[in-house]
């Protein structure tokens, strides 16, 4: 009789288990239906829905607009030439930061991925001192790049250099070297070993890291908006001025639909080749798999690749401290204490307190809604529902973010969820951006804990709750830490919808930055160079001590 009621626990168990993880889920399906899918269906719905009536003929008169037309092509031709130009430069870094052992290798890894927790306004910002009017390059040869796409293309490859460092890099650490070593000693010369045996392998991490990078320069904004001018428009700009400047909703939403099925479909295809990553490699250790570099060409690959990193990422950083100290006595960082009734309604300094606040406050909700959600697809006999959701998990990195910013304003402005004149809407948008990271984050690492440890608790009469305290919390901490630290880092830097829905007495960091940088006058450019920088150092800092606390299983992307 006892052997019969221990073999039925643990089914009972697994219904248990099946039914606790339906009610994780409820907060962040909740979560995101009021604070994502209703601002985004706000607006498409206050642009296509007109006098009572459903205007979808509006979609073709649109698209059919050249100016318009021209944005698409722009948006696509820069993001694919922008794919190209990152894996072109960032392969041979996920090469040496995977394979070669050399002094300051963990310190180079942190260096690489500062860029991609910068704000696309710091990031826009830093170019703007090295190539625009007035840049380094301009005092020195005369050479401006601010004018051209290519000054849009370099920023890109500085801001994404880390999703493929980090995405192949760190598959390619844990392929086996000996398979390559086979197939040298039958013959094969170097290359032809790497075309044949390690590229193969490669493919699945080359095409996600390249997915990803296509995604975030489809939808960029920051960069393009700053470094772009009147010139370059992207989707993304574009909707932005058609809500804030033309006050055109129509064409937006039309905009935001063509978007959003793009992002949709990119989003689609980086699953599958996630998937194949997933089930078709065998693993080693990562630990034993780097060696000293050998021979002349390892060395010279190796100082290549550290003069591209100094020059890429390094150099932009490097000048935009030096522009922000141009003025004798930091004059710019004083400055920023004075309230000149102008541009800010308080002195710009005041954004640092108010952008540590709202990153704060952003972190707690993004750290709630992914926990319960990373805790409900840990089992990977999840059914469609829980596993679509996933997937639905990584839109907010992919939908306009102007959208929601503009669509929060629309949608969250009458009872009972009248939340335009409180402070929580800033870290509400700002968490939407930084759940998808806490999730991809904490999930890998929750799904390698051992089911049985689980089950065995759930048998001893342990609560779901308990289960998850006593079993799960203990070994995953550290990538709780980390996750923690992005969601931090990421919300910090969000702009697309918070300079939609930052008030003027309580502007955020990338805010103030963005609205020095719209007017003229030296001062106001120092200023920005100033803030950007004192951004940037919030940001490096939270990642040095990301990198403190990673592991291998919590620290990829």
Not at 387 to 396: E, N, S, W
Not at 445 to 462: F, I
């Amino acid at each position: 009789m006892d052997l019969a009621r221990t073999e039925v626990a643990p089914r009972r168990g697994a219904k248990g288990s099946a039914a606790a993880r339906l009610g994780l889920l409820a907060v962040p399906v909740a979560f995101f239906a009021v604070f994502f899918a209703y601002p985004v269906a706000a607006i498409v719905a206050r642009g296509l829905h007109v006098d009572g009536a459903w205007r979808f003929g509006r979609l073709w008169d649109v698209l059919g607009q050249s100016d318009i037309r021209h944005v698409l092509w722009f948006t696509t031709w820069q993001a694919l030439a922008s794919t190209v130009l990152t894996l072109l430069v960032a392969l041979p870094g996920a090469y040496v930061l995977a394979r070669l052992d050399f002094p300051g290798r963990q310190a180079l890894r942190a260096v690489v991925t500062v860029p991609f927790v910068l704000p696309t306004v710091v990031v826009g910002t830093a170019f703007l001192a090295l190539v625009g009017r007035g840049g380094l390059l301009d005092d020195l040869w005369g050479l401006r790049l601010d004018t051209t796409v290519w000054a849009i293309l370099l920023a890109h490859v500085f801001f994404n250099y880390a999703v493929v460092v980090r995405t192949v890099g760190g598959l390619w650490a844990q392929l086996d070297p000996r398979q390559e070593e086979a197939a040298r000693m039958l013959g094969a010369s170097r290359l032809r070993a790497w075309r044949t045996v390690t590229l193969p392998a490669l493919g699945p991490a080359v095409a996600a890291a390249a997915l990803m990078v296509f995604l975030f320069t489809f939808t960029s904004f920051g960069v393009v908006q700053i470094l772009g001018g009147p010139t370059f428009s992207t989707l993304e700009v574009e909707i932005y001025r058609q809500t804030s400047e033309i006050f055109d909703l129509s064409t937006a939403a039309v905009l935001t639909i063509v978007q959003f099925a793009a992002v949709g479909a990119i989003l689609a295809v980086h699953a599958w080749t996630v998937r194949r990553r997933e089930s078709a490699l065998r693993l080693v250790d990562a630990a034993g798999t780097a060696r000293r570099p050998r021979g002349g060409g390892q060395w010279a690959l190796l100082a290549g690749v550290l003069a591209s990193i100094a020059v890429l990422l390094v150099l932009p950083l490097a000048v935009l401290v030096q522009r922000s100290l141009d003025a004798p006595g930091f004059a710019y960082y004083r400055a920023l204490t004075r309230d000149d009734g102008n541009v800010f309604l308080v002195p710009p300094i005041d954004a640092i307190g108010n952008s540590l606040q709202y990153a704060l406050a952003a972190t707690a909700i993004a750290m709630v809604v992914g926990g319960l959600a990373a805790a409900a697809l840990t089992r990977r006999d999840a059914g469609r529902l829980v596993r679509g959701f996933d997937a639905l998990l990584m839109l907010p990195l992919g939908v306009s973010a102007v959208t929601v910013g503009f669509g929060f304003l629309i949608a969250l402005d009458e009872p009972p969820l009248d939340l335009r004149a409180t402070w929580i809407l800033v870290p509400l948008a700002q968490a939407l951006v930084g759940v998808p990271f806490v999730v991809r984050t904490m999930l890998p690492v929750l799904r390698a804990v051992d089911q049985r440890l689980r089950e065995a608790a759930a048998v001893l009469g342990a609560s779901p709750w308990r289960v998850w305290r006593e079993v799960d919390l203990p070994m995953v901490r550290r990538a709780v830490l980390v996750a923690a630290g992005f969601a931090f880092a990421v919300s910090l830097g969000e702009f697309g919808a918070t300079v939609f829905i930052a008030r003027p007495d309580n502007p955020t960091l990338p805010v103030a930055v963005a609205r020095l940088l719209g007017r003229a006058g030296e001062l106001n450019y120092g200023q920005a160079m100033a803030l950007s920088t004192i951004l940037m150092v919030v940001c490096a800092v939270a990642l040095l001590v990301l990198e403190r606390l990673r592991t291998d299983r919590a620290g990829e992307f």
